[in-house]
């Protein structure tokens, strides 16, 4: 589990969080939604221990993150952030393979092999393994990352904003696979998403976030609601039932 | 290009390389132990073979240690002014430690080199632009203003004649005696081999790196410790070689990508191979002169740099 007590974080002066606490359950996928500015990204970059926080504490399974040795906590959490430019020619197989970084340090074992080909043929990408990373599409290249942090093989999987550079059909599929990890392997799986409808079709939880704060949490149903909408959104947004799914209308 | 075909190149080049001088060695009189043959082998040929490969070795792994951690394909010791900074530092030892032993010449110009490295790298992390034209150019800029500071304080205290020494790289005087401080590259450019992975994950960004469990910046600081050395090593003996670091690791690149692991090798014994050439044919060309390699890469790199500059887009 992961919890968070009392975060803040101040860029300058300015407070881009503020004493947020949150508890995230296992084996689940939590959505972190809101406007731009909200402290999505800073709030999971914290909680993944690539930015220090300036105030709290993160811990995971019970222990401080940054009490903790970084290359174990490697095998627990994975992050993947928004803009992943590589400037660097490699192929698709080589970038998969540093997920295995933290178990063999780049000298891959069979078993690091068998992994990453599993998370390769995971998002579809067998028969471009061999590209390189500057041959492949936006979306190819966004479910080339995606499967370097399968590799990883962490109980704790955060991705920010996955959905960039997806088309529908990928995007689907994305979140099908996010899905189908939670179900067949329990991993926890905390997602920053723009689309309000993938988040509510989705997600087990959700957290809503505005300037800083946590301005709503819950089961999914609880949020996907007119009224808590308009107070994170400020625009009125109608919720309809489309086949079991709560689908959210804003144009 | 498989790696046993550019290593059997690169040996032919380094013994074509025993046999080309004013003085004429040949074969036989070498089989048959004349002594005069063997004692120009000994003291000028040979360390002059041993430090043409070990110069353009670790100058070729320099610039893909740079190119990797500032994830940039046109960053090297000359174009982000590593070897403006060892100059100066050498300038600075010359002034005030005139008695030093060449080994603390050394220490003194690397801890230049390592200084000006790290002000490139902080410069960089605060530039908005992260245009991969833009900053080379700062590096150069950089550089050039470090040169200039040197060359007035040479012109002061009349030291021009020995400041433009290390100012072209020349191999005409190296023998015996005058190169031995290069074998320190060899334990760096292990240590170079043995971080390849490290490297490789450290190019891809801070937080990418973090991700995976990698210190980071003791990661980067190695890299950039084992560059100022190399850097200031290899000028103190044999002189600036400018572009050397940045077309070898660059040619490597597009046939072998950029995973260190698959391209760290191909790298070292290129690097070994184009400054063997270089040289080889500055001596050929104007026989019995020869051009300083440093001009003979300045000119063949010039041309390769530019080829690379205008199809960048095509693989960079």
């Known amino acids: 589990m992961i919890v968070a007590e009392k975060l803040s974080k101040y860029f300058g002066s300015k407070k881009v969080i503020q004493d947020v606490s949150i508890e995230v359950k296992r084996g689940a996928i939590t959505s972190f939604i809101g406007p731009n500015g909200a402290g999505k990204s800073t709030l999971l970059s914290m909680v993944s221990r690539l930015l220090k926080q300036d105030d709290g504490i993160v811990y995971l399974d019970g222990k401080d993150v940054h009490k903790q040795k970084s290359k174990d906590l490697a095998k627990t959490i994975a992050i993947l952030r928004q803009s992943n430019v590589v400037q660097m020619r490699l192929t698709v197989r080589e970038l998969v393979s540093f997920g295995r970084f933290p178990y063999s340090s780049g000298r891959l074992t069979d078993e690091d092999e068998q992994k990453v080909s599993e998370a390769i043929a995971y998002v579809n990408l067998e028969e471009m393994e061999d590209n390189y990373l500057n041959e492949l599409s936006g979306g190819q290249k966004q479910r080339a990352f995606i499967a370097m942090v399968l590799a990883q093989d962490t109980d704790y999987i955060l991705l920010d904003e996955p959905l960039n550079n997806l088309d529908m059909k990928h995007a689907v599929q994305m979140m099908k696979l996010l899905r189908k990890l939670v179900e067949d392997f329990g991993k926890t799986i905390l997602l920053v998403i723009h689309d309000i409808n993938f988040a509510s079709v989705y997600s087990d939880r959700i957290v809503a976030m505005k300037d800083g704060k946590i301005v709503a949490e819950g089961p999914t149903e609880d949020i996907i609601q007119s009224d808590v909408l308009k107070s994170i959104y400020d625009l009125d947004i109608d919720v309809h039932n489309i086949s079991c799914n709560r689908i959210c209308v804003y144009f | ?316």
């Open chain 2, 1 to 316: 290009m498989k790696l046993i075909y550019l290593f059997i190149i690169t040996v032919l080049l380094a013994v074509c390389s025993l046999f080309v001088g004013v003085e004429n060695v040949s074969f036989s009189a070498l089989w048959n132990m004349d002594e005069e043959a063997w004692n120009i082998v000994m003291i000028s040929r040979l360390p002059r073979m041993l430090s043409i490969i070990m110069a353009g070795t670790s100058l070729s792994i320099c610039g893909l240690i740079m190119q990797q951690l500032t994830q940039n394909k046109f960053v090297s010791p000359t174009t982000a002014g590593t070897m403006d900074w060892a100059r100066l530092g050498i300038l600075v030892s010359l002034l005030f430690f005139t008695d030093a032993s060449p080994i603390w010449k050394m220490c003194i110009a690397a801890a230049f080199a390592l200084f000006g490295t790290l002000l490139f790298m902080g410069i960089l992390q605060r530039l908005k632009q992260k245009d991969t034209i833009f900053i080379p150019l700062v590096g150069i800029m950089l550089g050039n203003v470090v040169s200039s500071i040197a060359t007035f304080f040479a012109l002061k205290f009349d030291l021009v004649q020995n400041m433009s020494s290390w100012l072209q790289g020349d191999f005409s005087l190296i023998m015996e005696g005058r190169y031995e401080l290069l074998y320190i590259s060899v334990p760096l450019l292990i240590i170079a081999f043995l971080f390849a992975n490290m490297f490789t994950v450290a190019g891809m960004g801070e937080d990418f790196a973090t991700n995976l469990g990698l210190p980071y910046k003791y990661v980067v600081n190695v890299g950039l410790i084992i560059v100022a050395i190399i850097t200031a090593v290899v000028i103190l003996t044999v002189g600036v070689i400018p572009f050397l670091g940045l077309i070898v690791p660059n040619i490597v690149s597009i046939y072998r990508g950029d995973n260190l692991k698959n391209s760290i090798w191909h790298t070292a014994v290129l690097g070994a191979a184009f400054l063997l050439v270089c040289d080889i044919a500055g001596r050929l060309i104007i026989y019995p002169y020869e051009i300083s390699v440093g001009l003979m890469v300045g000119v063949i790199g010039t041309g390769i740099f530019l080829y690379m500059l205008l199809r960048r887009n095509a693989y960079a």
